[in-house]
Nanobody, 122 residues
Framework: QVQLVESGGGLVQAGGSLRLSCAAS????????VGWFRQAPGKDGRFVSS???????YYEDSVRFRFTISRDNAMNTVYLQMNSLKPEDSDVYFC????????????????WGQGTQVTVSS
């Protein structure tokens, strides 16, 4: 079991920045990938970014060059640095983990955090 806790969401003006954190605990001794997904009420979750246990990174096209995912294995924490934020980035952001390769698909992640709200005002 892996437990995940997100933090760092909030309200920011367009063009601003936020850094989301995803702190993992539990079975973190085995390599695990982490993905970030976003979801609006009543809509399906959407892939944002992921990072493998070895540090390979992947991004959805609309956030590439604006968002940066990274991990600090000593702290068991994955970060999502979000720059040049746009109102359309507003959503609840979830981090998820799996013992295996990073994936674009939410269904392949077995562990999920509680989500953190990101709101970007115009």
């Amino acid at each position: 079991q892996v437990q995940l806790v997100e933090s760092g969401g909030g309200l920011v003006q367009a063009g601003g920045s936020l850094r989301l954190s995803c702190a993992a605990s539990g079975r973190t001794d085995s390599p695990y990938a982490v993905g970030w997904f976003r979801q609006a009420p009543g809509k399906d979750g959407r892939f944002v970014s992921s990072i493998s246990g070895s540090g390979d990174t992947y991004y959805e096209d609309s956030v590439r060059f604006r968002f940066t995912i990274s991990r600090d294995n000593a702290m068991n924490t994955v970060y999502l640095q979000m720059n040049s934020l746009k109102p359309e980035d507003s959503d609840v952001y979830f981090c998820a983990a799996r013992h295996g390769d990073a994936s674009y698909y939410a269904s392949r992640y077995g562990y999920w955090g509680q989500g953190t709200q990101v709101t970007v005002s115009s």
